[in-house]
């Protein structure tokens, strides 16, 4: 990979300050999903990505700089992905279920960027050897939750409580269907979606939600 490449009239252009991270979080995505976590070493990534290390220093402050910026950039491609197949203007439960359905789908068809977005944030520790991603980076998240989980309460479809509780509950199932589909390639992510969306509306549906 050079430094420049060739535009449709043929002169050389740059990448941008933006193409070039892109491509060492794309390097780095790989090594982590192929190699682990540990053994995606600098060395490694600048030579998938094809840069010197001076420039990898120009972009990111240090290795954990890279690894955090790119979970968010995973997790960020992600949920855009998401979205992009939900229509998140229909009825809460069908949002719901839609959620659950894509995101399982998303073990089969988008494997590498997950299994390196959990390798980083089991693996990225603090200075004293805590774990960097924690709950509190879900707060975004869980908002996003929280406000869909309440547009069901005003329709009538989920039940009264207390949102925020409801939306720690679905986002656990989510990452706990996510690691049992990793583990089990050999099952199948649409019924098994589907069994999990029904045991969270349950629990929070006002109607039955075995009954659509």
């Known amino acids: 990979m050079q430094e420049a490449v060739i535009d449709g009239a043929g002169g050389r252009k740059r990448r941008s300050p933006d193409e ?46 890279l690894m955090h910026r790119a979970v968010a950039f995973l997790a960020g491609e992600l949920r855009a992905g998401l979205v992009a197949d939900v229509d998140v203007t229909a009825p809460a439960v069908d949002v719901i279920r839609a959620v659950f359905t894509r995101t399982a789908m998303f073990t089969r068809t988008h494997q590498q960027e997950i299994e390196a977005l959990d390798q980083i944030v089991h693996n990225l520790r603090t200075s004293d050897g805590r774990r960097r991603i924690t709950t509190l980076d879900y707060e975004d998240i869980y908002d996003e939750h929280a406000a869909l989980l309440a547009r069901g309460q005003s329709e009538g479809s989920i039940r009264a409580g207390d949102v925020r509780l409801f939306a720690v509950t679905y986002q656990s199932l989510i990452d706990g269907m996510i690691g049992h589909l990793q583990a089990h390639p050999e099952v199948d992510p649409i019924g098994y979606s589907d069994q999990v969306a029904t045991v969270f509306l349950l629990g929070t549906a006002h109607h039955d939600p075995t009954r659509r």
């Open 20 to 65: 070039r991270r892109q491509e060492i979080i794309s390097a780095t995505t790989a090594l982590v999903a192929e190699s682990g976590y540990a053994n995606a070493t600098l060395t490694e990534i600048t030579q998938r990505a094809g840069v010197s290390k001076g420039l990898l220093w120009h972009y990111f402050r240090d290795r954990d700089d």
